[in-house]
């Protein structure tokens, strides 16, 4: 069984920059499609970026220029750099990963931003 954990988030001014780790445990993390997620205050999981087994990776446009995500398969954790913050960019951050599934199916317990003007 695959388990995600997030840590990174904090508090940070505007403009300012912190950096989100996602640890994975449970199975060969290298064939695992994984990605960030912010939750919308309506509960859903508004895309981020992703990077796939083969390190290929995507962004959303709101994000593009100041995030970055990458991953280390030697110690099972992605991250996501995260730059020129705005009070925008505040929430709770998921990792998720594809196990076996098209789809996101396994998630993490999320991590908090917040940013302040």
């Known amino acids: 069984q695959v388990q995600l ?3 990174g988030g904090g508090s940070v001014q505007a403009g300012g920059s912190l950096r989100l ?3 994975a445990s449970g199975r060969t993390f290298n064939n695992y499609d ?3 997620f912010r939750q919308t205050p309506e509960k ?3 895309f981020l970026a992703s990077i796939s087994w083969t390190a290929h990776k995507t962004y959303a446009n709101s994000v593009k220029d100041r995030f970055t995500i990458s991953r280390d398969n030697d110690k099972n954790t992605i991250y996501l750099q995260m730059n020129n913050l705005t009070p925008e960019d505040a929430g709770r951050y998921y990792c998720a990963a594809q196990v076996d ?3 996101y ?3 993490g317990q999320g ?3 917040t940013v302040f003007s």
């Open 34 to 36: 994984m990605g960030w």
């Open 101 to 103: 599934s098209p789809g």
């Open 111 to 113: 991590t908090q931003v």
């Open 44 to 46: 859903e999981h508004d």
């Open 105 to 107: 199916n396994v998630w």
């Open 21 to 23: 780790s996602c640890a």
């Open 5 to 7: 954990v997030e840590s």
